[in-house]
Nanobody, 125 residues
């Protein structure tokens, strides 16, 4: 079993920054990649960014490219999402997820095996 715990969410003004963390524990040695997704009220959960543990390969959604940066610390089993130039439309619950084996499409939420409980990010205008 794998446990994922997100932190770092909160209330921020438009144009501000936040850094989210996702700490993994349990049977993490088999994790292939970690992803961040978000879900706004009344909308489907959407892909934000993902990183492969072994070589740091990343993929990021066009909607946040240039503003959000994903990174990982293998020694801490932790993934980060640095969010800059936040916009009101970034308001959502942010979730991290882990894929325990190889996946072709990092943006497909159905391919991830474990999910965190989510952390709220609210951007005020």
């Amino acid at each position: 079993q794998v446990q994922l715990v997100e932190s770092g969410g909160g209330l921020v003004q438009a144009g501000g920054s936040l850094r989210l963390s996702c700490a993994a524990s349990g049977r993490t040695f088999s994790s292939y990649a970690m992803g961040w997704f978000r879900q706004a009220p009344g909308k489907e959960r959407e892909f934000v960014s993902a990183v492969k543990w072994s070589d740091g390969l990343t993929r990021t959604a066009d909607s946040v490219k240039g503003r959000f940066t994903i990174s990982r610390d293998n020694s801490k089993n932790t993934v980060y999402l640095q969010m800059n130039s936040l916009k009101k439309e970034d308001t959502a619950v942010y979730y991290c997820a882990t894929a325990e084996s190889w996946i072709r499409d990092f943006s497909n939420r159905n391919l991830y095996d474990y999910w965190g409980q989510g952390t709220q990010v609210t951007v005020s205008s």
